[in-house]
C-alpha cells in the first residue's frame, strides 16, 4: 500500500522520458544476455574499447539488474515512468485523494493519461480523454490528476492520446477495500500473496501502422493472420514479444527449446498456498490465451468486480480487460517452475495455412531448494482430451472445431458477486415506459461507429458550448451525404441524467465473415455496465469456420445501419434470455456475427468517451463520445490500439451543460484552435492607424557618401518618436531617416536604424 501525505493525499510524481531497453543507466552501456550460456554482458564500457568488445557482468540468471528494463531483450527506444517499464504499480485504499502529476520531458510528443477502470464520479475532467475532457499534456509541461478512487478492484493508468501507451505509458492501479475476502467454489479463502501482472507485447516493426506492405526490409508482405474460427485478426503487425510483467523474451525458440535459461517474470508460491494474480492485458492489440501447467485457474473477479467464481483449464483476455485469478498451490509439486504460456489466436494465415502462435512464458516457482527446472513445457496441453475437453472462457467465437480438446465457456454467462438488490430496475426485462433509452451500435468491420469514422474535436466540447460547430464536424446528412462512405465527423450521443441506458453493440454483415471482421473490446469511460447477453453466431463448418451470423438483428442492406430487433417485443428493454445476475464491467469483447447487450445508469454527469480498445481502431474512429444528462463528457472505445488510431469510438454526454461539474477557474482549455486577430494597437496620441500616414523608407544608402550631408528628415507624425536613431518605430510610424557620421570603420552592412 502507497503511503500518504500528512493530509491524507496519496501523491505520485511520474517523470516521462524516453528510454532505451537493455541498456545500463549506471554503467553508460548497453547490455546482452547470452541466453545459450546464461550470462548478462556488457557491451562497449568504455570508449576507448573496439565496437565488438564486450565483458561479463555475471553468469547468474537471478542477477537482478536494478537500472535495466529488459522488456523484449532487444535494444528499442520506448516510454519509462520514472526511468520503468511499465511503471510502478499504484496502490491506495478504496476512497482515497490522490494525485498523479506527469512531468511530459517527452520533447517530441503530447499526451494524456487514463485509468482505465476507475469511474472518475463527478469529476469528468480528470477522465484523460484528450480533446474532449482536456488538453494535451504538452512537451516540457507539468500536469496533475487529482480524483477520488471511487472504485475498487484491478485497474491500470494508461497513454490515452496517440500511441503512447503502446510505447511504454502504462502501469498498474489497484484500489483496495477496506476489507478484502476472496472466494472460492467452496467458500471464503485466504491469499497469504497477491500479485499484479500487466502483459503487454511488443511489435517487430511499430512502422506497421502506417506500412503494412513493407516488412523484413521490403523483402516481403505482410497480411491479416486469421484466429481458429478462420476470421481475421486485428490489423497488427508480427508480435516482437509478449511481455508479462517487464519481462518477455523475443526468440521464440528459445521459449520454447530453453526456457530455463531465460531472465523470465517469476511469482513465487509456497506448497497449499493460494495466491491471487491480477491480470491485465495492456498491450495494443493481441487477444491472448493464458494457460498455467498443472493448476486451474478459478476466476474470481472481470475488470476488478467480484464475480461468483468460475473454474476453468484457460483464459482468452483482450486489452483492456481485467481478471483476478486465484493459484492453489499444489501439496507435492515435482519441479521448481510451472509455466504460465501465453498465446496469441493466430491460427492460420489469410490463405487459411496453418502457422504457428506467438507464445510468451512467466514462471510459477515453488519455494523449495530441492525442486530442479525442467525445458520441458505443456505447450500441447495434454491434459485436455476428447473426453475431458478443457474448458476456455471468454473465446472470441461461440466454439472450437471437434478435433480441438477445448470448449467456450460464454462471458456473458459470468454472475455476479455482489447483491444487486439497489439496481434490480437497471437489470429486469420489462418494457420500459419512461427514463429509458436505447441505442443499436453496429461496428461492422473496423470502420467506425455506424460507419463513421471519430473525428476528434479541435478543442473540449464543454468549453465551446453553443459554438460546437466550430471546432467539431457533426455527423449530419449536410456532413456525411454519402450513406456507404465512411464519414469522418464528431459521433456522440446525448443521455438524460438518470435514465437506464440500454446499448446493443451488433457485427451481422455476412459479407465480414472472411473479408475483415474482427472481434472488439469495447471500453466505456466514466461508467460500468451489465453485461445482460451475448451471443455468438450460430453457424460453424466442420472445420470450425464461422459460416453464419445471428439473425436476431437482421440485416438487408450493405451497410447494416439502423437496425433493430427481428422480434419487435424485445424493443424497450423486453430482451430474452438475458442474465439475471450479470456481470459488472468496464470492457467486453463483441464476438463477430453476433451482439453484445449492455446496460447502464447514467448517473455521473459529464462528456466521456467510448471506444475499442484496439490502439488502430480507436484513432482510426472506432470510437464515440457521450453526455449524460447531468454533468460531464465521457468515453468509450474499443479497446485495441490499433483501432483506437482508427477512431472506432464515439463521445457521449451525461446530462445537460448546465447540469455538469464545472472544472476549476485554472483549470487549461485553450486548445484547439488559434487564429492571430487583427493588430489593434492604439498610438500614444490615441489616433487610430487608419489617420498615420504610411512607413517612409529613409534615404537610400547609395546616396549617401562620406562628408555629404544627409537630406533633412521629416517631421515625425504625432505621437511618434523623432531623431535619426534608436530602437525600431512602433507600428505605423515611419522608420527613422538619416545615418550616424560616416567613418572608416562604419560600412552600409553594419548601419542600424
Not at 309 to 329: F, H, M, S, T, W
Not at 348 to 358: A, F, G, L, S, V
Request: charged share 15%; aromatic share 12%; hydrophobic share 35%.
Amino acid at each position: 500500500m502507497s503511503i500518504p501525505n500528512a493530509d491524507g493525499i496519496y501523491e505520485f510524481e511520474m517523470e516521462l522520458a524516453y528510454t532505451f531497453t537493455m541498456y545500463s543507466s549506471s554503467n553508460n552501456t548497453p547490455v546482452m544476455y547470452d541466453a545459450t550460456n546464461q550470462r548478462w554482458i556488457r557491451i562497449n564500457s568504455t570508449l576507448d574499447s573496439l565496437c565488438n568488445a564486450s565483458n561479463v557482468i555475471t553468469g547468474n540468471l537471478d542477477f537482478a539488474l536494478q537500472d535495466i528494463n529488459q522488456f523484449s531483450g532487444l535494444h528499442i527506444r520506448m516510454i519509462s515512468i520514472n526511468g520503468k517499464i511499465p511503471g510502478d504499480t499504484i496502490v491506495v485504499p478504496l476512497g482515497a485523494e490522490v494525485v498523479m502529476r506527469f512531468k511530459n520531458r517527452i520533447n517530441t510528443k503530447a499526451l494524456s493519461v487514463h485509468v482505465h477502470g476507475l469511474d472518475k464520479n463527478g469529476l469528468w475532467y480528470t477522465d484523460g480523454a484528450a480533446f474532449i475532457q482536456q488538453c494535451p499534456i504538452c512537451p516540457n509541461s507539468d500536469y496533475s490528476y487529482r480524483f477520488i478512487a471511487d472504485t475498487a478492484g484491478t485497474q491500470f493508468y494508461h497513454g490515452h492520446l496517440s500511441t503512447e501507451f503502446g510505447e511504454g505509458i502504462i502501469g498498474g492501479f489497484l484500489v483496495k477495500k477496506p476489507v478484502e475476502t476472496t472466494y472460492d467454489d467452496v467458500g471464503i479463502l485466504g491469499t497469504e500473496d497477491q500479485w499484479q501482472v500487466a502483459i503487454n507485447q511488443f511489435d517487430k516493426y511499430a512502422k506497421q501502422l502506417n506500412e503494412p506492405w513493407n516488412l523484413n526490409n521490403s523483402s516481403s508482405c505482410w497480411n491479416h493472420a486469421r484466429i481458429y474460427d478462420g476470421t481475421p485478426l486485428a490489423f497488427l503487425s508480427p508480435v516482437s514479444a509478449l511481455l508479462i510483467g517487464s519481462k518477455g523474451w523475443y526468440n521464440q525458440n528459445d521459449l520454447k527449446t530453453i526456457p530455463s535459461r531465460l531472465p523470465l517474470s517469476t511469482y513465487l508460491i509456497k506448497k497449499g498456498e493460494n495466491v491471487k494474480f491480477r491480470f491485465v492485458n495492456a498491450g495494443v492489440g493481441h487477444v491472448l490465451m493464458i494457460w498455467l501447467e498443472q493448476h486451474p485457474l478459478t476466476i474470481v473477479a472481470a475488470d476488478g468486480i467480484d464475480i461468483k467464481p468460475v473454474q476453468v483449464d484457460a483464459l482468452v483476455i483482450y486489452p483492456g480487460e481485467r481478471y483476478d485469478i486465484l493459484i492453489k498451490g499444489l501439496t507435492t509439486p515435482t519441479q521448481k517452475n510451472y509455466r504460465f504460456i501465453f498465446e496469441t489466436l493466430e491460427r492460420y494465415d489469410y490463405t487459411y495455412q496453418p502457422i504457428d502462435k506467438t507464445i510468451g512464458l512467466a514462471n510459477l516457482q515453488y519455494e523449495d531448494p530441492t525442486l530442479r527446472d525442467t525445458n520441458t513445457v505443456d505447450f500441447a496441453h495434454k491434459a485436455c482430451t476428447q473426453t475431458n475437453k478443457c474448458k476456455v472462457l471468454n473465446c472470441p467465437f461461440g466454439q472450437f472445431a471437434p478435433n480441438y480438446n477445448y470448449i467456450c465457456l460464454n462471458v456473458g454467462d459470468l454472475q455476479n458477486g455482489d447483491s444487486l438488490f439497489y439496481d434490480q430496475e437497471v437489470i429486469q426485462q420489462k418494457v420500459f415506459k419512461s427514463g429509458y433509452e436505447e441505442y443499436f451500435i453496429n461496428v461492422d468491420h473496423d470502420e467506425g461507429i455506424n460507419g463513421n469514422l471519430f473525428e476528434v474535436p479541435q478543442g473540449m466540447p464543454y468549453f465551446h458550448y453553443g459554438n460546437e460547430d466550430k471546432i467539431l464536424v457533426p455527423c449530419n446528412s449536410t456532413v456525411c451525404k454519402l450513406k456507404n462512405d465512411h464519414c469522418r465527423c464528431f459521433t456522440n450521443f446525448n443521455f438524460t441524467l438518470g435514465n437506464i441506458v440500454q446499448l446493443t453493440l451488433y457485427m451481422s454483415k455476412d459479407a465480414n465473415l472472411a473479408a475483415g471482421g474482427k472481434s472488439h473490446p469495447f471500453h466505456l469511460h466514466g461508467t460500468h455496465f451489465y453485461v445482460m447477453k451475448v451471443v455468438y453466431p450460430p453457424g460453424y463448418t466442420q472445420n470450425g469456420l464461422l459460416n453464419s451470423v445471428n439473425s436476431d438483428i437482421p440485416c438487408t442492406t450493405n451497410t447494416c445501419y439502423g437496425l433493430k430487433w427481428r422480434n419487435s417485443s424485445w424493443l424497450n428493454g423486453n430482451v430474452d434470455g438475458m442474465n439475471k445476475n450479470p456481470s459488472f464491467r468496464d470492457t467486453i469483447a463483441l464476438p463477430i456475427g453476433g451482439y453484445v447487450v449492455i446496460r447502464f445508469r447514467a448517473d455521473n454527469p459529464g462528456w466521456w468517451f467510448a471506444h475499442c480498445h484496439f490502439l488502430i481502431h480507436h484513432i482510426k474512429g472506432m470510437a464515440f463520445a457521450f453526455r449524460a444528462d447531468n454533468p460531464g463528457w465521457w468515453f468509450a472505445h474499443c479497446h485495441f490500439l490499433i483501432h483506437h488510431i482508427k477512431g472506432m469510438a464515439f463521445a457521449f454526454r451525461i446530462g445537460e451543460h448546465n447540469q455538469m461539474p464545472v472544472p476549476p477557474p485554472s483549470f487549461p482549455h485553450q486548445c484547439g484552435i488559434f487564429e492571430q486577430p487583427p493588430l489593434m494597437m492604439t498610438p500614444p496620441t490615441g489616433a487610430p492607424w487608419s489617420s498615420l500616414p504610411p512607413r517612409v523608407s529613409p534615404t537610400p544608402r547609395a546616396t549617401q557618401r562620406p562628408g555629404v550631408p544627409s537630406p533633412p528628415c521629416p517631421p515625425a507624425p504625432p505621437g511618434c518618436p523623432g531623431g535619426p536613431y534608436g530602437r525600431p518605430p512602433p507600428y505605423g510610424c515611419p522608420r527613422r531617416c538619416g545615418r550616424k557620421p560616416w567613418s572608416r570603420s562604419s560600412s552600409a552592412s553594419h548601419e542600424r536604424y
